[in-house]
């Protein structure tokens, strides 16, 4: 066997693992709430304890892990890193492959929703809608793809990686679905393997102004409070990426420490980042589907990976620099909370063939509302 090998995968977390985490939890020294706060300090401590003797009592880890098996599940090595990934091939014989990319704080547990309808739309009550091989890894560090073994993990290293894997696969034609990272991550598979990307799908795009007054003129009412809301976001709500982008490994030594410290560090962007009709991270994502994912960093001790890419993307001095205009038909989707992305600014960077705007869902639409993303991903490269 070789590094260049497809190895079959299956999760198996040791059962002392899952005594430590709970023996963890149950020794967290609990902060205070201030009187007369909430969730604009962060989360609240009474809050988060509730939800911290929910993962050590009631949730069911084991179940969890037996529905991702059910997958097949694979790794290889690419560029010297392991690569975890689901691969979930269509038994349509015109099936178009389709790489789905997560973000933070995300896993593969976001798609799951979405395998039997995109493989098997037939079996989903849709017969006339396209069928699609699926992959679908673990990012570079993220999971049961870490920890990253060296520097130098930045988006254009990951786009190049997740391509070889792609072509590992033997697929000549692929699409690319993506948000968050997968957002950055998916146009610029765009580029560097046009030959082989179909087209490219995300939600979460990141748009900045172009500088040109007319641009700005123009902008419609809806746009002007979506900047605004990114304008809020850089002055209230990016302290987090502005800290693994500075000093990731004091982040990570605080979240490796403490499955409480992880916990309430990741379960704040769901509060944050998802349909704020609603109250809880839970009443707009199902709790289990948190948890998994929460234990899945927790479990594969990748919190200095995770932080790092951050790093990595910050000190990367091709990240912004000007870029020649994407050629690859790309599609975007716009999800009421904690999507930016203003049309007449992507078109300047991406060749925009397909634009979406949703009234509900938020940063995870893959989990919020899948079958308004399922609906706009059959859209898009049905015209492809």
Do not use: C
């Amino acid at each position: 066997m070789t590094n260049t090998d497809i190895r079959p995968f299956r999760i198996e977390i040791p059962q002392a693992d899952l005594d430590d985490l709970r023996d963890r939890l149950a020794r967290t020294r609990w902060i205070d709430d201030l009187p007369g706060t909430g969730w604009e300090r962060g989360v609240p401590a009474s809050y988060l304890k509730e939800l911290a003797v929910h993962w050590a009592e009631k949730f069911d880890w084991r179940a969890q892990e037996a529905a991702l098996n059910a997958y097949p599940q694979f790794t290889t090595t690419v560029d010297g890193q392991r690569i975890h990934f689901l691969h979930i091939r269509s038994a349509a014989p015109d099936a178009t492959p389709l790489l789905l990319i997560h973000g933070w704080p995300s896993s593969v547990v976001d798609f799951v929703d979405l395998i039997g309808p995109l493989t098997d739309p037939a079996g989903h009550g849709d017969a006339d809608a396209p069928a699609f091989h699926l992959v679908i890894p673990s990012l570079p560090g993220h999971g049961f793809s870490g920890p990253i073994t060296e520097p130098g993990w930045n988006d254009g290293r990951v786009a190049a990686a997740l391509a070889e894997l792609m072509a590992r696969l033997g697929y000549e034609r692929y699409g690319v679905q993506g948000g968050d990272h997968g957002a950055f991550i998916a146009p610029t598979l765009g580029r560097i393997d046009a030959e082989h990307v179909l087209g490219v799908h995300v939600n979460a795009l990141v748009t900045f102004p172009t500088g040109d007054p007319a641009d700005m003129a123009a902008l419609t009412d809806a746009e002007r409070q979506r900047l605004g809301a990114m304008k809020t976001f850089q002055d209230d709500g990016s302290a987090y990426m502005n800290l693994k982008g500075s000093r990731p490994n004091t982040i990570a030594q605080l979240v490796a420490d403490s499955p409480a410290g992880q916990l309430g560090w990741i379960v704040e962007k769901y509060r944050e980042w998802t349909d704020r009709s609603h109250e809880l991270p839970e009443h707009a994502v199902d709790l289990d589907k948190i948890l998994t994912t929460v234990s899945i960093y927790w479990f594969t001790d990748t919190a200095r990976s995770v932080a790092n890419f951050y790093y990595e993307r910050f000190h990367d001095a091709t990240m912004f620099a000007p870029k020649p205009k994407g050629t690859v038909p790309t599609g975007v989707a716009v999800f009421m909370d904690g999507d930016y992305a203003i049309r007449r600014f992507a078109e300047r960077a991406h060749h925009i063939t397909h634009w979406s705007e949703f009234y509900s869902g938020g940063h995870f639409p893959a989990l919020e509302v899948p079958d308004l993303l399922l609906g706009d991903i059959r859209a898009f490269f049905g015209t492809l």
